[in-house]
């Protein structure tokens, strides 16, 4: 498959990150009509233009990353086109032509967390240091960090979190799906849990791509002429198989008692919850009569207490509206997941979201800024 089909089929089908984004405005209400829709909106955009912004889902990659990670040259060729390892002025050009005043950047999935031992570790240890000593230093203000971390090293991984927050300033750490076929319930994983909350500060969950026998089982075809177009490896990603997996996750921590264990835990997800909205009504019913003698707390209760969630890559009034019906609006928190998805798109689709002006800052800078304790840069 050449590079300029591998482009194509890629960009339309989201491959690598967050699905494609359409910034898709519902200010709709059935007694008005579509031009009084567009107006309110127009209005509402003007009364927002000057919204600062916080994008906390921001991917880098790195030469080394995109070599280790990729799945063939047409890939790392996509993922420089889209400009992943561009941590210069191409990216500073976009956060500035969108409105977008910080990134809280973090490792392209799935990061280091293939790569074991000694190895793993000095590698997690390099990429943080490179943000440090790299576009951190260079445009003080416009970027943060989410600390990579040797997780195959759990020990290692705790002690790469402390150094990195205490030292470099990070902000806290992003894992990227399974580790070796763990997730953060495991309690091999607990020193890193509980190296967090000593910390306080909060691990995102992003997505990672399935076991080879869960591909297998849930994502393989058995027709070989839907390959040449990377459909599996789409449809386990970010198709569809990346926010199954971490709502899944997301289920596992509160089914087996991670934030009873560690009930000061903070955990961030994205996409608009992962699906989580779709399913609140049916996964609390549902889950809360099994675990009801097992788990301190009502089930749904975790989803207050322990979780933010971000907008990354759905830029969709409805689904914000149906996330706010579950969760406090002082637990969103806006990102775009560039360069996956386009940032002017979504800081233009927000500006025009009909919420109170409080409430939006709040998603657009202010939890952000109470989460990780952080400010905005004075321009």
């Known amino acids: ?224 002429e839907y390959t040449k177009e990377y459909q599996p490896y789409i449809f386990s990603g970010s198709g569809y198989g990346w926010h199954q997996e971490i709502l899944t996750q997301c289920i596992r921590m509160i089914t087996y008692g991670v934030f009873d264990r560690f009930p000061k835990l903070k955990i961030i997800i994205g996409h608009m919850g992962e699906g989580l909205p779709f399913y609140y009504e049916r996964i609390a019913n549902d889950m809360g009569e099994p675990t009801e003698n097992s788990l301190k707390k009502p089930f749904e209760q975790y989803f207050q207490d322990n979780f933010w969630i971000t907008t990354s890559a759905f830029p969709q009034t409805e689904l914000l509206n149906l996330l706010l019906k579950y969760i406090s609006v002082d637990r969103v928190m806006f990102a775009t997941d560039y360069p996956f998805a386009d940032i002017k798109e979504q800081t233009d689709w927000f500006r025009g979201v009909d919420l109170p002006r409080e409430d939006k800052e709040k998603i657009a800078f202010r939890n952000a800024e109470e989460l990780f304790r952080m400010k905005m840069p004075v321009k």
């Not at 000095?122 to 416009?142: E, F, M």
């Not at 909060?202 to 990672?208: E, K, S």
């Open 1 to 224: 498959m050449g590079r300029r089909t591998f482009l194509a089929a890629a960009t339309a089908l989201g491959i690598g990150a967050g699905v494609s984004t359409h910034a898709i405005v519902s200010a709709a209400s059935d007694d008005k009509t579509p031009d009084q829709n567009a107006d309110k909106t127009a209005e509402i955009y003007q009364r927002d233009r000057d919204l600062p912004f916080i994008g906390t889902e921001e991917t880098f990659s790195t030469p080394t990353l995109l070599k280790l990670n990729s799945i063939n040259e047409d890939h790392i060729a996509f993922l420089e086109e889209i400009g992943l390892s561009d941590l210069g002025q191409r990216r500073i050009g976009d956060m500035d032509a969108g409105g977008l005043d910080v990134q809280i950047l973090s490792a392209h999935t799935p990061s280091v967390q293939n790569v074991p031992g000694k190895r793993g570790i000095d590698l997690a240890y390099r990429l943080n240091r490179q943000l440090v000593d790299g576009p951190i230093a260079k445009y003080p203000g416009r970027f943060k960090a989410f600390a990579t971390l040797p997780l195959q090293s759990p020990e290692a991984a705790a002690d790469e979190l402390e150094r990195s927050v205490r030292e470099d300033g990070f902000l806290g750490a992003l894992t990227n799906g399974h580790i070796t076929r763990k997730y953060l319930d495991h309690p091999d994983f607990e020193p890193v849990l509980a190296r967090a909350v000593a910390l306080d500060v909060p691990i995102y969950l992003h997505p990672g791509y399935p076991a080879d026998e869960i591909f297998e089982i849930l994502y393989s075809t058995t027709r070989p």
